[in-house]
């Protein structure tokens, strides 16, 4: 089945992937949505952490899961599958990435043409001033005090997309889908949109790379991997001759 997977790669002139939390979660960032997510554990209640209204009226939900994020980030570092669609770009069999997770571990393996969908800890903005902060400031703020209070009185809002604000890049993402012949989704069950039409929209081969099930019908499926990411990386970077 992977060395399925590599001919298609290497046959296919225009390659779209798009990833989701299950790609990360060997870094050891928790996702949403599987086995151990916090949406399941509650660990987090995403009602409160994660909705802009409850945000703007009380942050201190997110600031907790802000927190906990920020006292591992120094530790974590791209998973194989990170660096294999990083060296797959660079090898130009890779054209365009588009991501659901704001852990930046996309950048931090070398892809350069990513959207990003959900959006990032890499700079955030005042909700009362405008003022532009970068990741250091977040960082260093959140670990100081627990908070991302703006000195204006504000309160600091990471460029992340929360519930009720429109995903970014949507339409740049809808043109790559398009243009693709072999579309990946890697780490993704597919279960949140507008993100989740990416697949649905392409007109290439789609391929599911996804530990669990995906909510994408089969008959449209040119080919599914419920395993491992990190071993299907490690062993298509292989058959590509490509040193990860």
């Known amino acids: 089945m992977i060395q399925v997977l590599a001919a298609y790669i290497q046959k296919s002139r225009y390659t779209v992937a798009l990833t989701g939390a299950g790609i990360s979660t060997s870094a050891g960032i928790p996702d949403f949505r599987g086995e151990k997510g916090i949406y399941i554990t509650r660990q987090y209640d995403p009602e409160k952490t994660f909705d802009i209204n409850a945000f703007k009226k009380d942050p201190s939900s997110f600031y907790a899961f802000t927190r906990d994020y920020f006292t591992q980030s120094d530790n974590l570092k791209p998973t194989p599958a990170h660096r294999l669609l990083a060296r797959l770009e660079e090898k130009k069999l890779l054209q365009c990435l588009a991501t659901q997770n704001i852990d930046g571990l996309h950048h931090a393996a070398g892809s350069q043409n990513v959207i990003e969908l959900h959006g990032s800890y890499r700079t955030g903005h005042c909700l009362s001033c405008g003022a532009v902060r970068d990741f250091n400031w977040i960082r260093d703020k959140i ?97 590509l001759n490509i040193a990860l």
């Open 143 to 239: 670990r100081a005090s627990g908070t991302l209070d703006c000195p204006c009185g504000g309160i600091t809002k990471p460029d992340i997309v929360f519930f009720g604000e429109p995903v970014l890049g949507l339409e740049k993402s809808y043109r790559e889908a398009l243009k693709a012949d072999l579309f990946l989704v890697m780490g993704s069950s597919l279960t949140v949109y507008p993100a989740a039409l990416l697949p649905e929209i392409t007109r290439g081969k789609t391929v599911i790379l996804n530990k669990g099930p995906a909510n994408f019908p089969s008959s449209k499926t040119a080919l599914r991997l419920d395993k491992e990411l990190d071993a299907v990386s490690l062993e298509l970077a292989s058959l």
